[in-house]
């Protein structure tokens, strides 16, 4: 788990496809019973995990545990979110989705924590 930013971003991007691709599923299946909920869930899990992955590429330190741990919650939280709303909209239980929720709240938090223990120095402009 060395490359922090890359695990990052190809989690974002398979979620991101497969959320686009679910979406267009639902609306052209199910027309107009669309949850409002579903798209913005997914939407917040893929992009934190770009963001985090451009965030750990630009701070360019070594990664300890506390930074693996974060990530892990993150992959673990959005994956989480995605199936359980996939879950949820097919009938089942919302409880995955809440797990996931839970979990990426955890993740914004480390982040949160991360970011203000070890602000980014400032690139020099020439």
């Known amino acids: 788990m060395n490359n922090l930013p890359r695990i990052c971003w190809t989690v974002s991007a398979c979620l991101a496809f497969i ?14 019973s669309i949850f409002p909920t579903y ?20 701070s360019r330190r070594h990664f300890d545990g506390i930074d693996k741990t974060q990530v892990l919650f993150a992959v673990l939280g959005a994956v989480a979110m995605a199936s359980g709303t996939v879950i949820d ?23 949160a924590y991360i970011t203000l223990t070890r602000p980014l120095r400032l690139l020099a402009v020439s």
């Open 19 to 32: 959320e686009a691709i679910w979406g267009l599923k639902t609306i052209l299946i199910e027309g107009s």
């Open 89 to 111: 909209q097919v009938g089942g239980p919302h409880l995955p989705a809440l797990i996931g929720s839970a979990i990426t709240t955890v993740a914004i938090g480390l982040f």
């Open 39 to 58: 798209s913005y869930v997914n939407l917040l899990s893929w992009f934190s995990l770009a963001l985090y992955g451009t965030y750990y590429r630009i």
